[in-house]
């Protein structure tokens, strides 16, 4: 970190927001899991931090009164992976917190920043698609919702504006007769994902009622095909209609080659990975 580099300790959200806005080569620090890597690899040179950690109304999971669940933007990932409330139809979101890098760093890093820094390789995004989440967004200027799957726009860029930034993530209703989950392949526990499947299956006597999967890891943003996934619907689910849905979802990816994987090898990983997630989701229902 440069030694010109200003830190300021935000006391509430409105302070936040007036620092911010008042120096234009400015970030905001959440838990820093990824903005000190970033000053440590010389990649950002702000003049001025805005830390986040002292704004406690950007913290905590709760059901608010319309049946929908609010993730605040600096709650970190081991409460995510630890909330009973992620349950159902959002265990899948659960689950991506629970496989995020290691126990420091999920005790350190928030669901804000990941998804800020809005890395292709990272839990959340897939997540958060496939569950139909909205992402609460914040300026000077007011607030503005916009749909998960439009947040996340390209290789690590996203739908924030200067001075702008994530206040909360919602989550619709939980659906306790569906089942979410996140199947991610990695070189090592921990790592960023090669390629990785979050989906959320609901089935009604051995029938699919209701299947949404996103594809992690495989292009800049999550992969998602509803008419594809619609395909399914009132359909026995077997190896066969999986696969083929895979190889589906797996022509829509435009992956990259590298260190973790070549992009022919994670568009094979793609039909398998599904098929695992389906057969995971499907023995948690039967026993519901």
Known sequence: MSTATEVVK???????LDEISTEDDSMYISGGATVVALLNANLVNPAKLVSLKNVNELRGIKKIPNGRVQIGSMTHHSQTAASTILCGSLSGVREAASKIANPVVRNMGTIGGSIAFADPGADYPP??????AEVEITSK???RLIK???FFVDWYETALNPGELIKNIYLPKVDKNACGVHEKFARVEGDYATASINLILKMERN???SIRVAVGACGPTPVRMPDAENSLVGEKLTEDNLFELGEQLAAACDPVDDVRGSASYRLKLVPNLLIRAVQRAQEYLLKT
């Open 10 to 16: 935000a006391k509430d959200l409105s302070m936040a």
């Open 127 to 132: 997540a958060l698609v496939a569950a139909d």
């Open 141 to 143: 200027k007011g607030d």
């Open 148 to 150: 998960a799957e439009e």
């Open 207 to 209: 029938v699919c009622s």
